[in-house]
């Protein structure tokens, strides 16, 4: 599935704890950012190797959706949503504070490769019966993150009349739906484990390398 996958839209700030723990103003309209189809990687159980010299690599846990149909003005969600996965929004926590500090881009800290491991997706159960469980980091065994969409602060639909009136929308692309509160630190060795509910949809483990394997 992820050779299929044409664009990776992130909404950042979408949980207003989020925001707090790291200082940031909420926004007022979805604030999107893009990875490149580079970054994707299975959570299958498989170790992923990760940059070590540029600062601490954040865990951002998220729900991500998958639009299988053409969007049209006023599109039902439930009619565009072919499928949902969980991922992590891997983030160079320093470099992006250099980059906020400057008002540059944040290609450099969201955007490297092996930045947005996900799962495999699943069927969409509609907007409505997506409150009804949690989602869950577990980093070595231990909970990190947990989420659930009635918290965030644009919904589904917001998300996806912004991103398709500002940046096209359709078949193929996936969006990343924004990070609850707990962001943290990775260590080399480090397992990550996504949970829907209490169903485990995927895993990896971290390796940290001063250079690319």
């Known amino acids: 599935m992820i050779g299929n996958i044409r664009n990776i839209y992130c909404v950042g700030r979408n949980y207003r704890a989020h925001a707090a723990e790291l200082g940031n103003d909420v926004p007022e309209q979805p604030m999107l950012f893009c990875k490149p189809t580079h970054a994707l990687v299975p959570m299958d159980g498989r170790e992923v190797v990760l940059p070590s010299g540029s600062g601490e690599i954040h865990h951002e846990a998220e729900l991500v959706i998958l639009i299988d149909k053409p ?5 039902d969600p439930d009619d565009l949503i072919g ?7 891997l983030t160079l926590r320093d470099v992006q ?10 290609l450099a800290a969201k955007g490297f490769i092996r930045s947005a491991p996900i ?4 069927p969409f159960p509609g ?4 409150a009804e469980r949690d989602f869950i980091l ?16 644009f919904s589904l639909r917001d998300i996806i009349d912004f991103t398709a009136a500002h940046f096209g929308l359709g078949p193929g692309d996936i969006i990343f ?5 707990g962001v943290a630190p990775v260590a080399d060795g480090d397992r990550l484990e996504l949970l829907w509910g209490d ?10 390398s001063s250079s690319d394997e």
């Open 177 to 181: 739906t924004g990070t609850p509160e």
């Open 97 to 106: 504070s250099e980059l906020k500090k400057k008002g540059h881009p944040w």
């Open 199 to 208: 169903e485990t949809w995927g895993s990896v483990r971290v390796k940290l």
């Open 71 to 75: 969007y049209s003005g006023g599109s």
């Open 83 to 89: 499928g949902m996965a969980l991922g992590l929004d």
């Open 127 to 130: 907007v409505r019966a997506l």
């Open 119 to 122: 799962t495999g997706f699943r």
């Open 138 to 153: 577990l980093k070595n065994g231990k909970e990190a993150q947990r989420g659930n969409v009635s918290r965030m602060i």
